[in-house]
Structures are given as structure tokens and as C-alpha cells.
């Protein structure tokens, strides 16, 4: 099913339009505030925009400032699905029975109804939680429950809000593997802050940042050369932003850095990123002079643990050193100290 959106909210500062393909699953990734959200509700029907259209298969479901008749369908006769961060089932129902809501609030008979919540709690794993009330679940038992509930109805469209941000660490890959399962050849919008959601489960990523897309392409390749500065950062990059002048990368405040280019090779005056991991970053407490590297003047604004190893955080760019090099190095919040990478470990690519 085909799904195209296009919508401007303005007390939103939101101006989007983007298209996705029948099966395709999308991964709209964003800071706070960038209009993800805002997104999910105009496609659920929850808010009008001020502007746009959204069709879903070629039907209509909003219809705002265009020169036919606005139109707006509400959200139960959509045939669209929102899945929220928090399960939000009825409390006062078995787990089978809120499963079974959807198809019989489309007009299926009870035994059908039920029948079509039994798959779809064997599918997500918790059949055998069919009659417990969803105060005697577990959050990730919980939101399984959501996710059998929302496919349960048979949606055209599935709307994901950020399905996992609200379980336990040891649950989440669990329920990551079952949407991997139960997406697949779904019509679907997720909305993630994290990296693995959108490398597992989308097909491609589209980056929103002030109501704008920044960025969107293949999930691995949008992942590994980021266009933005958030993209950078929930791929675990380091991303200095400048311009192409001498063969290097010179930025807005006159630092030069000098990396590999990419294909296609950038042009004199092109604007440019210089992309590398916070692993290829060597701290020193003084500029090292010897073979030619990027020696970066920095302020350390915090450390913190990270998988055996200390991150060394600045306002912009970070480091991975052993904890026994922090601690020679006597880092500290405040310290001056220069964050040095050889040109080869820094890929730089065109914006």
C-alpha cells in the first residue's frame, strides 16, 4: 500500500513530504522537537494540519488547503495504526480480549475476532498470557501485547511511536527480533532514536531536524555517512561540518582538517562533513608534533563508562581511551587537551 504524506504545521515550525512504497518500513529519526510526532498524528488523524494531503493506496485521509473540498477521515475509518510508546491496553480486559478489539470493532463476529487475537499472540510469543488482565504483565510482555493488538486490526499503515523506549534493557532485543518477524512485508513508520531500530527493522531513513528532512537514503548507508549532526551522533560518529578549499576540510571557525574523500570527490568550495569514530581519536595534553595528524584543541565537558573503555566527551566531538589512560592524562571536566586523528581514519563526503 502505497503512502504519501505532505504537511505543513505551522505552530509546529513541520513543512514535510516524503512517500513510502507498498511493504516498506521507515524510520523517521530526529531530535526532540523535530517534528517526528507531529508526523505520526496528522497520519493517525489526530491533527489537522494547516496545509497538506495525506493518501494512503491512493484514498484520501486528509485533505487541507488544496483546491478540492478539505476532507479529513477520522482515525477508526483509516485503516492506520499507532503504536505508542506505553502499551496503553484496557485495563479492564484480558490480554485476549484487547487483541481482539480491533477486528471486532471492524464487524467480525466474536469467534472470529477471538480466533484472529490467538495468531496473533502466538505470533508475538504470549499465547499463553491470553486470559491475565495487562496489570499482571511485565512492561515487555506488555508491549508484545500492543504490538498483537495493532496488527490484530489489520491496518493498511502501521505507525510506531518509539515502540521500545520505555522497556528495560534485557527485554528490548527480544521484542526487536518479533517486529523484525511480524514487519516484514508491512506498510510501516518508525519513529526511533536508536541506531539498531532502523538498521534491523527499516528499510530506509528519513532524518527530520526543524521540521526539515536533512537526510534520507538506504538505512546502513544514511547510518554510516551521515549527513547531519544527529545522524552522526546515533551512529556513534564524530561529523566536523566546513567547506572543500586546498584538500582539506576548513570549518566556519578556520580549522583545517585534512581525511580520505570519498567518491565522488569533492570540488573546490563544496560543502563538506568529515566523518570519523570516537575510537580513532588519540588524547593528548599537549600538541604531538612527529608524522602530520589533526591535533583538535578541545575542552572536556564530561567522561563517562563506555563498554570497558572511557568516553571523553567535548561540546561537539568525542574519544574512546582505556580508563588507564584517563587517568594518567588526569582528565577532568574543564581540562584543555587536543584530540588527535590521523587523516586516514577520517572519511570526508559532500552534503
Not at 106 to 120: H, L, T, V
Amino acid at each position: 500500500m502505497t503512502f504519501e504524506y505532505e504537511a505543513t504545521v505551522a505552530d509546529r515550525g513541520v513543512d514535510l513530504a516524503f512517500d513510502i512504497a507498498p511493504g516498506e518500513t521507515v524510520a523517521l529519526l530526529g531530535p526532540n522537537g523535530a517534528g517526528k510526532s507531529t508526523v505520526l498524528a496528522v497520519t493517525a488523524g489526530l491533527l489537522r494540519p494547516d496545509v497538506g494531503r495525506v493518501t494512503l493506496d491512493g484514498r484520501p485521509l486528509t485533505v487541507r488547503g488544496h483546491r478540492e473540498r478539505d476532507l479529513h477521515v477520522p482515525p477508526h475509518d483509516r485503516q492506520v495504526s499507532l503504536l505508542a510508546q506505553e502499551p496503553l491496553l484496557f485495563p479492564h480486559l484480558s490480554v485476549l480480549d484487547n487483541v481482539a478489539f480491533g477486528p471486532r470493532s471492524r464487524g467480525d463476529s466474536r469467534s472470529g475476532s477471538r480466533a484472529a487475537a490467538d495468531q496473533w499472540l502466538r505470533e508475538v510469543g504470549i499465547e499463553e498470557l491470553a486470559d491475565r488482565r495487562p496489570a499482571q504483565l511485565s512492561g515487555g510482555q506488555a508491549q508484545r501485547a500492543a504490538v498483537a493488538r495493532a496488527l490484530a486490526a489489520d491496518p493498511k499503515l502501521l505507525l510506531l511511536d518509539e515502540p521500545m523506549a520505555a522497556l528495560d534493557v534485557a527485554v528490548t532485543p527480544a521484542l526487536r527480533q518479533t517486529l523484525r518477524r511480524v514487519l516484514a512485508e508491512r506498510t510501516v513508520v518508525l519513529v526511533t532514536h536508536d541506531a539498531l531500530d532502523a538498521l534491523l527493522l527499516a528499510d530506509r531513513v528519513i532524518v527530520i531536524d526543524g521540521g526539515e528532512i536533512v537526510d534520507q537514503g538506504d538505512s546502513s548507508e544514511v547510518l554510516a555517512r551521515p549527513r547531519s549532526r544527529f545522524t552522526a551522533q546515533i551512529a556513534g560518529l564524530n561529523m566536523i561540518p566546513g567547506t572543500w578549499r586546498d584538500h582539506a576540510v576548513l570549518t566556519a571557525a578556520g580549522m583545517r582538517v585534512e581525511g580520505h574523500p570519498g567518491d565522488p570527490q569533492p570540488h573546490e568550495g563544496d560543502p563538506v562533513v568529515a566523518v570519523f569514530p570516537p575510537s580513532a581519536v588519540s588524547v593528548f595534553l599537549d600538541a604531538p608534533g612527529g608524522s602530520p595528524r589533526n591535533a583538535l584543541e578541545v575542552t572536556i565537558t564530561h567522561l563517562e563508562p563506555h563498554g570497558g573503555q572511557i568516553r571523553v566527551r567535548t561540546a561537539e566531538l568525542s574519544a574512546e581511551i582505556t580508563a588507564q589512560a584517563a587517568a594518567e592524562l588526569d582528565l577532568a571536566p574543564g581540562s584543555r587537551a587536543f584530540f588527535v586523528i590521523k587523516a586516514t581514519e577520517i572519511a570526508v563526503y559532500g552534503t
